[in-house]
Structure formats: C-alpha cells, structure tokens
C-alpha cells in the first residue's frame, strides 16, 4: 500500500513552494492533479507518472490519486494554493472514507489570500473572510448571504474565483451586494496571476472593482473600514491604538 500526499504547491511558482512540498513532489512516484496544476510542476519532477483531469472532474481526480496509492504507489495530488483551502485534501477523505488506508498527509500552501495580499501590501493584518464567488458548488444564495454577513461584520474580504467565461459578471454581483453596505470609496485591491507570467496588481475604490474585468486567474480584495492606501499600498492596520 502506497502512500497519498495531498499537496499545496501554492501559486504557480518554485519560489512560493514550500520546502515540505518540494520533498514531497520529490520522492513521489506518481503526481496526480488538474491538468493546469500538473504543468506547473511538471518540468521540475521528470521521470514521474503525470495523471490528470480537466477542470469539474475533482472526484475522478480524487479516486484516481487513492486507487493509484492502494496499488502500491506513493503518490502527491497537486493543488493550486493550499491544500485544504478550495483544495482537494476534504474529498480525498470524503472518498476514502472510514478506512486507514492509504495513509493521506496533507501538505499546506500558500493561498492566494496570503500571496495576493502582499503583493498588494498588508491588506489582511486583521480579521478578514474568504469568500469564493464560484456557484458551481455553492447555491448564489449562500454566496449572497456570506457577502452581506462580511460586509456588515466590518471584514475585510477576500474573493476567489471572482470571474470565468461561464461567471463573467460574478465580481460586479458581488460587489452590488457589498454596495449596499460599504462605501463606493473603500480601498480594495485586484492581484492577478500571482507567482506566474503576467503578475500584475491592481489598487482601486470599490465602485470602480465592480467594473473591472477580472478573469479565474484573479483574486480580488476589499477592504475594511480602516483599511487605507499608503504610497500606492493596500493596508489594513493590526488594530494598535497608539499608532
């Protein structure tokens, strides 16, 4: 029996992978991931078994990696980001189930929400909300209802998957919905392709993000009441009142 390693290689690139990663991608056999994911890692781990799977076949991906490792194969499923967070690591338990076997290590990465706030600055120093904009396989409802919660509790926020081709206006949704409570001037914040070709940032007022084309490879930022720019930076202070 194979081992299974549920890794977050974070976002794209070898400098943002953590050292406990790399080793896992390392001494694998066989690396199992979206077929996106995999051709980040790809070209630095030759001689592997490279299994994949388009986008919205997360569970075939999942059986795929466990049955690989029962055959006696030690395995690392890739995610973009972390592991856990919009990752792979709960279906891979929901699918094994209760037995031991294989035994699952889940390795964390660094999510966009981290990555993407420093390179736009210290927008997350305190209490703030992930929230994914996708409905795939979370009613809009729901989605709607997290929005106004975060926006009504003062968190700063942090949206993934803000825009598709199938979800081209989610991000102007979305932000109508936080309209409704927050100001059109709040300080948010757009990092785009993070840790790849391309990388690219973006500061600006909440009213103008509802009108900015945002793709999946962006996550968008907005900020809390005390959040402020400084010299062109996104910043939410720690809370020290004598600052």
């Known amino acids: 029996m194979g081992k299974l390693a549920v890794v977050g290689i974070g976002p794209g690139d070898y400098e943002n992978m953590t050292v406990r990663a790399d080793r896992a991608l390392r001494e694998c056999q066989v690396i199992v991931g979206y077929n996106v994911y995999v051709e980040l890692v790809k070209e630095r781990y030759p001689g592997k078994e490279f299994l994949t799977t388009p986008m919205t076949k997360e569970a075939d991906r999942c059986r795929m990696a466990l049955e690989a490792a029962r055959s006696g194969k030690d395995v690392a499923m890739v995610c973009s ?11 891979i338990y929901e699918l094994r189930g209760g037995a031991a076997e294989p035994e699952v290590e889940v390795i ?6 981290c990555s993407g706030a420093a390179l ?37 926020i942090v949206l993934y998957n803000p825009a598709s081709r199938g979800r081209p206006d989610y991000l102007r949704r979305a932000c109508e919905i936080l309209l409704r409570t927050l100001p059109e001037d709040r300080p948010c914040g757009v990092a785009s392709r993070i840790g790849r070709e391309g990388e690219s940032r973006t500061v600006l007022a909440l009213a103008r993000l509802r009108d900015f084309e945002a793709d999946m490879f ?18 939410t202070p720690r809370g020290y009142r004598d600052v």
Request: charged share 15%; with cysteine; aromatic share 6%.
């Open 81 to 91: 980001g972390d592991s856990g967070i919009y990752g792979m690591a709960a279906l």
């Open 108 to 113: 964390p990465g660094l999510t966009a929400a």
């Open 120 to 156: 736009l600055g210290a927008p997350l120093t305190h209490d703030f909300a992930v929230i994914s904009l996708s409905d795939r396989l979370t009613a809009w409802e729901k989605i709607e209802a997290r929005l106004e919660a975060a926006a009504q509790a003062d968190l700063s």
């Open 218 to 235: 962006c996550t968008a930022f907005v900020g809390n009441s005390q959040t402020k720019v400084i010299g062109g930076e996104l910043v």
